[in-house]
């Protein structure tokens, strides 16, 4: 009996997939839930299990496609005894004609591009959001001519556009050298880059910087980490205590929990706070849902669960969508502070620095007084279509204020 294996739905928002790597071969024998192939989504990676024991007769999409959800992937013999199957031919690809994918439909009208115009690497020729990102970048490269000339809006692009304006960019190139070391972007490098990108270009970015002087939050989370290492089986950080005091601030502040939509401002009903985890493949924002509903502990626990998933790929699409506020920790090593780039499509994001011991400046019985204090910066970007300073600074002045008091409860 044969049995076709297609590419999963991943999660509501997920459309297509890439096959990053073929773990059989035709004529391979499997195992039921031996992992066939390896899929990389703009949300998530994923492995894709023999759903029966038998034999790989036809592999149908080469490592490196892009495909939409359901298409088929392999056939399985299910049931044959030896890998002695003869690989039949893979069918002849369908003529010619234009395919895209609804992702790259979409960003092709947000920028103005032509789809006619463009060369598809995916499943019989179809276009992905990668082609349209290629040919962005083609026309960004500089003209041979000594004299740069002016470029032709993409397509029908409207003068003044977005997409007129993509199209006459001019980036500086290089041309690898002998020694070079030459890294291909993978599916997921690919798409974080194609995030920031357009995050950059459509939110207008402002940052703003507070400092913070954290003794009281150090002496109380020291006063509690070794029972809550016992009662729990992790370590109590600090970024579950930012966590809550970026949520209590942002009910002070719907409009740093919004977003836009069209010419409208949304401020959403719920606070879901994603939290950046940097993985073997590259970075992934898992979400808190209902973070203003959970204790210290609940987001601590949360925390844990999300980001150890996220590094063990066993995070699910859905838990990285519907974010509204995002969190991020470089760690140990994060320097003084730095402007993280906002999580699209929300309008704004909290980046903790490095946790130091500085002097300060104490008044000790009405007197001035220098003394050595636990001090960490919190930089925080936002969107200038819609924030403006004075609720920019007033949230992060407010997220300072609950910190420094160190008034948590477990």
Not at 11 to 17: A, D, N, T
Not at 32 to 52: F, G, H, N, S
Not at 292 to 310: F, H, N, P, T
Request: proline share 5%; aromatic share 4%.
């Amino acid at each position: 009996m044969s049995i076709t294996v297609t590419m999963p739905q991943l999660g509501e928002s997920v459309l297509e997939g890439t096959i990053e790597k073929w773990c059989v071969r035709e004529g391979d024998r499997v195992e039921k839930d031996q992992i066939l192939c390896e899929i990389t989504t703009d949300k998530v990676d994923a492995e894709i299990p023999a759903p029966e024991t038998g034999v790989v007769s036809r592999i149908l999409v080469a490592e490196g496609q892009t495909v939409d959800v359901a298409t088929e992937l392999v056939v399985i013999e299910a049931g044959a005894a030896s890998a002695e199957v003869q690989a039949e031919p893979v069918e002849a690809a369908e003529p010619a004609r234009l395919r895209a994918s609804p992702l790259a439909r979409r960003m092709a009208e947000e920028q103005g591009i032509d789809l006619e115009g463009v060369k598809g690497s995916g499943a019989d020729g179809r276009i992905t959001k990668a082609d349209l990102v290629s040919t962005l970048e083609q026309k960004a490269k500089p003209a041979p001519a000594p004299v740069a000339q002016k470029a032709e809006p993409a397509g029908e692009a409207i003068p003044g556009s977005l997409g007129a304006w993509l199209g006459q960019i001019r980036l500086p190139t290089y041309t690898p050298r002998e020694g070079d070391r030459v890294i291909p972007f993978s599916a997921v490098r690919r798409r974080i880059a194609e995030h920031m990108v357009v995050s950059k270009i459509v939110s207008p970015h402002v940052g703003t910087v507070a400092e913070l002087d954290l003794h009281k939050l150090v002496a109380l989370r020291a006063s509690m980490k070794a029972e809550f290492k016992r009662s729990h089986g992790f370590n109590l950080t600090y970024l579950p205590f930012i966590v809550q005091a970026t949520v209590r601030a942002l009910k002070e502040f719907p409009r740093m929990n919004a977003t836009v939509v069209g010419e409208t401002i949304v401020e959403r009903a719920g606070i879901h706070i994603g939290v950046a985890v940097e993985t073997e493949k590259g970075l992934l924002v898992p979400v808190i849902r209902d973070a203003d509903r959970l204790s210290l502990v609940g987001l601590g626990m949360a925390i844990e669960d999300l980001s150890s998933r996220a590094r063990q790929r066993k995070i699910t699409a859905d838990e990285l969508h519907g974010g509204t506020f995002t969190v991020t920790n470089p760690g140990r090593e994060g320097n003084l502070y730095g402007f993280a780039v906002i999580n699209q499509p929300q309008v704004g994001i909290l980046r903790m620095g490095e946790l130091r011991k500085c002097p300060v400046v104490v008044e000790q019985n009405g007197d001035d007084a220098i003394a050595i204090h636990p001090m960490m910066h919190l930089a925080l970007s936002y969107d200038h279509r819609i924030i403006d300073g004075v609720t920019g600074n007033g949230f992060l002045y407010r997220v300072g204020r609950y910190l420094e008091a160190g008034e948590f409860e477990v």
